[in-house]
């Protein structure tokens, strides 16, 4: 069954994918299973964006029949686009035999215009810079501020899934994007979540330089989110950090814990403060403990070994 992915980025470091802005000319349906619409997508390719040239592919599609039944399957994209003669798709995906191209990801577009056709282009040109390089940690630096939300996804992804630079130099990336742009509320969110992960945020490498630097920028989202709720969320990141389990050592953990905090500062900063009085009094248990155990670790002496 050929099923596609609605995320652009998920494939752009899969070896022999590419990208065609592809125009749909003729729909053949094939033999399908019970419940099934399988077929090919004859397609005219109005530009290769990544990849071989090529001007015509014939791309499998596999969607449920039911139109209802569409509308409520999120897991294959296929079934949220129309498909219908001159629509116009945006694809990532790999050449097979022949014409023939097997679609990875992709969505349909207005216009070869539209913003996700330039943000997939920018996309590319961050890609194909030479990693490692100064160049390429600065096309990073500038996908992630881009005002286009897919070339600022396709960074965190770079630097959290693919690893293309070391975690010091994807966190100072991510730092200096914080610095620098006027984030909206989803991309703070973003950031966070790629902080506190593997391979950012490393917890056997305890209170590390790159480890406090997550928790400083953590708390520095925390102070530029508006809604409650989304400092919240961004809390609970700061949290899964400070409460890893750094050391066997119940003490050596507490200290590990303190050193973290204390690079945010010696209190709690105003939006990071107000945000643990209130889950305090929350009425989900997970988020009272999160407020006291935090809290408790704030106030510990810092010691070091």
């Known amino acids: 069954m050929d099923q596609l992915a609605y995320d652009l ?3 752009l470091h899969e070896p022999g994918t590419g990208a065609l802005l ?12 019970p419940s099934y619409d399988n077929g090919v997508l004859r397609c005219r390719v109005e530009e290769v964006i990544h990849g071989p040239p090529v001007h015509a592919v014939s791309v499998p599609y596999s969607r449920l029949t039911d139109p209802i039944l569409r509308r409520r399957s999120g897991l294959n994209h296929w079934n949220a686009l129309p498909l219908g003669d001159g629509d116009l798709l945006l694809l990532v995906g790999r050449p097979t035999e022949g014409n023939n191209w097997q679609a990875l990801s992709g969505n349909q577009v207005a216009s070869p215009q539209d913003a996700i056709v330039t943000g997939l282009k920018e996309c590319y040109r961050i890609k194909d810079v030479n990693q490692g390089s100064e160049e390429h940690q600065e096309a990073l630096r500038t996908g992630l501020v ?3 939300p897919l070339p600022r996804r396709y960074g965190l992804d770079a630097i959290r899934r693919h690893e293309v630079v070391s975690r010091d130099v994807g966190c100072a990336i991510i730092g200096r994007a914080l610095e620098t742009a006027d984030l909206d509320r989803e991309s703070l969110l973003s950031f966070a979540d790629c ?14 330089k790159v480890n406090q630097q997550v928790s400083v920028s953590l708390a520095a989202i925390i102070e530029r989110l508006a809604k409650a709720e989304d400092r919240v969320t961004c809390l ?3 949290a899964s950090c400070i409460m890893a389990d750094f050391d066997p050592d119940d003490t050596s953990n507490k200290q590990v814990r303190s050193q973290l905090l204390q690079a945010i500062g010696k209190t709690p900063p105003p939006a990071v403060a107000d945000t ?29 070994k």
């Open 236 to 238: 609970r990141y700061l």
């Open 9 to 11: 980025v998920l494939y």
């Open 22 to 33: 592809a125009r749909i000319e003729e729909r053949v349906p094939g033999q399908s299973p």
């Open 195 to 208: 902080l506190s992960s593997i391979p950012i945020f490393d917890e056997d490498q305890g209170a590390d």
């Open 276 to 304: 643990l009085n209130g889950m305090s009094g929350s009425k989900n248990s997970d988020d009272r403990d999160i407020a006291a155990e935090l809290a408790e670790a704030w106030q510990a002496p810092e010691t070091r």
């Open 146 to 148: 881009s005002t286009n």
